[in-house]
């Protein structure tokens, strides 16, 4: 027993000895880039034009199951050049094919995974991408950007110490050249804010998301995501078959803080969160209502749902202003009121006719309008709370 101690007792010294270096094998994930998630590593005997790569061969860095190609920028397939979205290799699934990585992760903590992929062929292709214990597809039917290719990100709960992220082609084409380019695979660690005092909104001002890559300039999309406990943008759901886009100052016109949210798809890409009310308390909701400074060509309008309210706002702004305020009054039904927004058009960008753009929020606030009540409720709890505490000592 002693003997066990003193063991245990040197073990620790050690460990606080030990420089943190050594401890890196096992420390979680950082965020950004996976190791060679931009598939430009390149693999034993180098990279090979038209390298198909099966069970068992090596893309370093990724384990690969079934038919997965090594594909290079300007490769020519039938009459096209297939896509790379970034740098100058990419891979491609072919049928039933997966490639995967394991991460270190801490366990209980929630990521997001970002991802670049495109389709090969004019047939629906999907990518199905498992990491932890949730699946996902992510249907490559609707392009959203001119470019061939968009970012996607969806997020999981790390169950475990290490999480396997797998991308899988779930297709069986009768052109086994077609299927999914992926590339670009990145981590990062979310964060729920907390709620502030003055506002019910959790990530009101969409500061905290996914992954984004400083140089991309089309943002990142956000699939259908019904899990308000898992979301790549905390807080949010995004309740349609069709996806918004996360975007960033660097690129975007952005009313407040580094991030907001565009509204692409007009109905079908909305987006909601679930906020805590008293019922038949009255409360207003504003938001900032924008252009994102991306040729997105007018009228540019969202709806806006709150309790027992709906309401569309037009982006009209002031002068030259690229923003306006925006603010619905309601009388909250329930102990959690929806509160949900869409584009009521569907814009394309004047410069290219066919990316999808919309709308931009920002700074999405909910709070009660008689301040009084509030106070009550609250005087109400805290005498509630001394009550307990004087039943529980005497
Ligand atoms: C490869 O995929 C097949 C089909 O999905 C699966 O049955 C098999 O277990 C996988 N193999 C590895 C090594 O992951
Ligand atoms: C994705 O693939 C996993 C593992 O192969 C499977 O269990 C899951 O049902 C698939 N998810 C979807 C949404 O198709
Ligand atoms: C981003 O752009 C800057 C300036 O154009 C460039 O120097 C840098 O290498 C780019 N970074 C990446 C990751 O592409
Ligand atoms: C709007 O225009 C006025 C006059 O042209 C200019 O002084 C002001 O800085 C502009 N404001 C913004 C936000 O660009
Ligand atoms: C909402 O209520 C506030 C406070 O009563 C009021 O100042 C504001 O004008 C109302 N807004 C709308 C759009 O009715």
């Avoid at 491609?92 to 801490?106: H, K, P, S, T, Y």
């Avoid at 932890?132 to 709960?157: P, R």
């Avoid at 924008?290 to 806006?304: E, I």
């Avoid at 920002?362 to 505490?389: C, F, P, T």
Wanted: net charge negative.
């Amino acid at each position: 027993m002693e003997r066990g101690l003193a063991l245990l007792g040197l073990g620790l010294a050690l460990l606080l000895l030990a420089p943190s270096r050594r401890l890196a094998s096992a420390a979680p994930v950082e965020d950004g880039l996976l190791i060679n998630g931009d598939f430009e590593t390149a693999p034993p005997g180098g990279f090979v034009k038209s390298a198909s790569v099966s069970e068992g061969a090596a893309i370093p860095s990724w384990t690969i199951n079934g038919t997965v190609e090594l594909i290079s920028a300007g490769q020519h397939q039938g009459g096209m050049i297939l896509i790379v979205p970034q740098g100058d290799h990419a891979v491609r699934l072919g049928n039933d094919a997966g490639i995967g990585q394991v991460v270190q992760v801490e366990k209980g903590s929630e990521y997001a995974i970002t991802f670049s992929a495109a389709r090969t062929c004019a047939q629906l292709e999907s990518l199905n991408i498992s990491a932890g214990s949730v699946s996902q597809t992510v249907d490559l039917q609707t392009l959203y950007s001119i470019e061939g290719w968009d970012a996607y990100a969806l997020a999981f709960q790390a169950v475990d110490e290490q999480a396997s992220i797998e991308f899988r082609n779930p297709g069986m084409e009768d052109d086994p050249t077609c299927g999914p380019i992926l590339d670009n695979v990145a981590i990062k660690k979310l964060f729920s804010p907390d709620k502030a005092k003055e506002n019910m909104v959790i990530n009101g001002d969409f500061e905290e998301g996914p992954w984004m890559f400083p140089n991309t300039s089309f943002g990142v999309l956000l699939p259908t995501n019904l899990d308000e406990q898992t979301s790549a943008l905390p807080g949010w759901m995004i309740e349609s078959n069709r996806a918004v886009r996360f975007v960033d100052s660097d690129q975007y016109t952005v009313p407040q803080g580094k991030r907001a949210i565009e509204l692409l798809s007009g109905k079908e890409g909305i987006i909601s969160q679930m906020v805590e009310t008293t019922p038949q308390k009255a409360y207003t909701l504003t938001f900032t209502l924008g252009s994102a400074g991306d040729s997105c060509q007018p009228p540019m309008a969202v709806m806006a749902f709150a309790g027992d309210q709906a309401q569309n706002f037009h982006y009209a702004p002031m002068g030259n202003a690229t923003s306006q305020a925006v603010n619905v009054n309601f009388t909250a039904r329930a102990e959690r009121t929806r509160v949900a927004l869409y584009s009521v058009y569907y814009n394309t960008r004047s410069d290219d006719h066919s990316s999808l753009c919309g709308p931009v929020i920002d700074d999405v606030r909910v709070w009660g309008l008689n301040g009084a009540a509030g106070l009550k409720a609250s005087i109400g709890l805290l005498i509630a709370m001394a009550s307990v505490i004087v039943l529980v000592l005497f």
